[in-house]
């Protein structure tokens, strides 16, 4: 479990022990219900963002240029597929332990590569079409 979920648990169950502490099994419903609506709200968010990534074309970006100059070290795959707004493409040949290359290119035929680590961007790199 990583460090986020684990956090996530711990607010989760800080809520049940405040509820039964201030209002008892009323107070532990509530929280229950707050905890399984906000677990909701994010699977309701993820199919969100996989519906719109899967309407659009396999490894297809608007602009490679732009996606390269938006993306950050440590961003998450959902997190780079709202701005691609299409899944990528899986580069295969890539079998270095929990590292995983995903490509998108763009109608100019510009690409952007990257490389997730432990399922966190760790690098990426832009290779332009020739002219």
């Given at each position: 479990?990583?460090?986020?979920?684990?956090?996530?648990?711990?607010?989760?169950?800080?809520?049940?022990?405040?509820?039964?502490?201030?209002?008892?099994w009323?107070?532990?419903?509530?929280?229950?219900?707050?905890?399984?609506?906000?677990?909701?709200?994010?699977?309701?968010?993820?199919?969100?963002?996989?519906?719109?990534?899967?309407?659009?074309?396999?490894?297809?970006?608007?602009?490679?240029?732009?996606?390269?100059?938006?993306?950050?070290?440590?961003?998450?795959?959902?997190?780079?597929?709202?701005?691609?707004?299409?899944?990528?493409r899986?580069?295969?040949?890539?079998?270095?332990?929990?590292?995983?290359?995903?490509?998108?290119?763009?109608?100019?035929g510009?690409?952007v590569?990257?490389?997730?680590?432990?399922?966190r961007?760790?690098?990426?790199?832009?290779?332009r079409a020739?002219?």
């Open positions: 479990m990583n460090a986020g979920a684990a956090i996530g648990w711990a607010l989760a169950l800080a809520a049940v022990v405040a509820g039964w502490l201030s209002y008892g009323p107070g532990v419903v509530l929280a229950i219900t707050v905890t399984v609506f906000w677990l909701l709200l994010q699977f309701s968010r993820a199919l969100r963002v996989l519906r719109i990534a899967g309407s659009n074309p396999v490894g297809h970006v608007a602009n490679a240029v732009m996606l390269h100059s938006k993306l950050k070290p440590g961003m998450k795959l959902p997190e780079v597929l709202v701005l691609t707004r299409s899944l990528g899986k580069i295969e040949g890539d079998d270095r332990g929990a590292r995983e290359s995903w490509a998108w290119t763009d109608t100019g510009d690409t590569q990257l490389a997730f680590v432990n399922g961007l760790a690098q990426w790199e832009l290779q020739a002219a």
